[in-house]
């Protein structure tokens, strides 16, 4: 796998090279935000913002390579000329298109495995636990990074991709229907794993039945030579002809990778994991039950994958920590914990980490700030009276602060004696919230990302 002038002309033969200095370690960025000296910018035009605006700031945090559009070629001559010669610059029609190019290219190239992994909930951490296990056993593999998981997300990792990894770990996200399709012609994988099915995304992708057909598209370009993974507890996963062979995981006996004895304290979770014929005692340092069903997915790819069962078992309980996913936080200005889930929010992640929220063992009063549950459609107003409605299994909560429009609705089925407010942003959550924490308090916060929750807990951590 050689990034040099010989393989970008074959992998875009439209491109117009303007310097061509050799670049040994490709690593592609679209952020100069993010940008690392080294990294190849690659401007993108996207819905609010114009990637060739940034140019020249990556070139001076030291980009190693350009990637712009013919009709941006006037730019370069504002540049540093001197700095310029010792780059790759190339001049392409279409920005996105090269990007897609290369990373079509080099994945041609990669002679290892490739699994990848989507679902409604658990994508990042069922990756992470399988990149722990990959760690534990010594397997050089690559894993995408954060929740880059779009269609350009997979692409830039997929240039990150090197010839001495023996697996690359893939997270696979859709909003829309036909996006599923894109990404799996782009990463080809071996594994295809689906954590589960819920109701997220809905406005995009529809009921529940099609967000499943969306989802088993990760299996698009099977053959009986692949095999996939699926959540066995599902029906809508189970209960599935497949032209390829199938590993099912869950609680129930009929799955192949099994959870027996569940139980659930407040500082662990503990079971018995059967993996075929062979079963291991686990316990894992936290609440959310979530956690049992990422184990499964990540103990099965693990197992098509021959790493010793030994290992798996081992591998599953070393701490996944995911900035806001049930991420534990110490407050700055007042005595307590935040517990962060706030990186997105549907049915049924809000229900699994109230669940895990009640089991959190404390003395201190617990407080809930809960958000607007974004593009669940039409049914929107009745998944947000069945939250109010759910709350009534958390007795331990003694406030809870709701923000947006949507959980109107939430606030008309709360159960009686729960105190409430309700505030149009984070910015008022905040306000409500300080009027609490004059004793020591323990505050879970969740919403869909578009409410920005995520900037109350950068603000009281």
């Known amino acids: 796998m050689r990034f040099d002038e010989h393989f970008l002309q074959g992998a875009i033969p439209e491109a117009t090279f303007v310097y061509k200095a050799a670049i040994t370690d490709p690593h592609v960025s679209v952020d100069t935000r993010t940008l690392g000296a080294g990294d190849i910018f690659v401007a993108l035009k996207g819905a609010t913002t114009n990637g060739h605006n940034y140019v020249h700031e990556a070139v001076d945090k030291g980009a190693a390579g350009l990637i712009i559009d013919h009709a941006h070629k006037d730019l370069l001559q504002a540049l540093d000329q001197a700095k310029l010669k010792k780059m790759l610059v190339l001049m392409v029609p279409d920005t996105l298109k090269a990007l897609l190019a290369m990373a079509y290219a080099w994945r041609t190239e990669f002679k290892g495995k490739i699994v990848a992994i989507t679902g409604s909930v658990g994508k990042s951490s069922t990756k992470e636990m399988v990149q722990n296990i990959l760690t534990l056993h010594g397997v050089p593999h690559y894993c995408s990074y954060g929740n880059q998981n779009t269609l350009v997300g997979v692409a830039m990792n997929m240039l990150s991709v090197r010839s001495d990894h023996a697996v690359a770990i893939f997270e696979l996200g859709i909003g829309k229907r036909g996006q599923m399709a894109k990404l799996v012609e782009l990463a080809r994988p071996d594994i295809g794993v689906i954590t589960n099915v819920g109701h997220a995304h809905m406005e995009g992708l529809g009921s529940l ?40 995981f869950g609680t129930k006996t009929v799955n192949q990778v099994q959870a027996r004895k569940v139980h659930i304290s407040s500082k662990n979770i503990s079971f018995v994991l059967k993996l075929y014929k062979q079963k291991f005692a686990i316990s894992l340092a936290q609440t959310h039950e979530g956690a049992i069903f990422n184990s499964l997915a990540a103990a099965s790819v693990a ?10 078992a081992k591998g599953i309980t070393i701490p996944v920590n995911i900035a806001g996913r049930f991420q534990s936080l110490p407050l700055k200005s007042a005595r ?7 990186y997105n929010a549907n049915p049924e992640s ?4 109230l669940l895990a929220f009640q089991h959190f063992e404390t003395n201190d009063q617990k407080i809930a700030i809960l958000g607007d549950m974004l593009e669940l459609g039409i049914n929107s107003p009745f998944w947000h009276r069945q939250l109010g409605r759910f709350l009534r299994k958390i007795p ?36 409500a919230l300080d009027k609490h924490l004059a004793k020591e308090s323990v505050v879970f916060v969740k919403g869909s990302r578009g409410m920005g929750l995520q900037n109350l807990v950068t603000s009281l951590t």
């Open 336 to 342: 307590g914990t935040i517990i962060n889930d706030c």
């Open 209 to 248: 039945q099609d967000i499943a057909i969306e989802k088993r598209d990760v299996f698009k370009l099977f053959t009986e030579k692949h095999i996939g993974i699926v959540n066995g507890d599902q029906p809508l996963l189970a209960h599935v002809a497949y032209t390829h062979p199938v590993v099912k």
């Open 303 to 312: 197992y098509l994958l021959d790493i010793p069962a030994e290992v798996i």
């Open 350 to 353: 809000m229900k699994a980490s």
């Open 396 to 431: 331990s909560l003694s406030h809870v602060i709701l923000v947006g429009n949507m959980v109107q609705w939430t606030k008309q089925t709360l159960p009686l004696g729960l105190t409430v407010e309700i505030v149009p942003n984070w910015q008022e959550a905040q306000k």
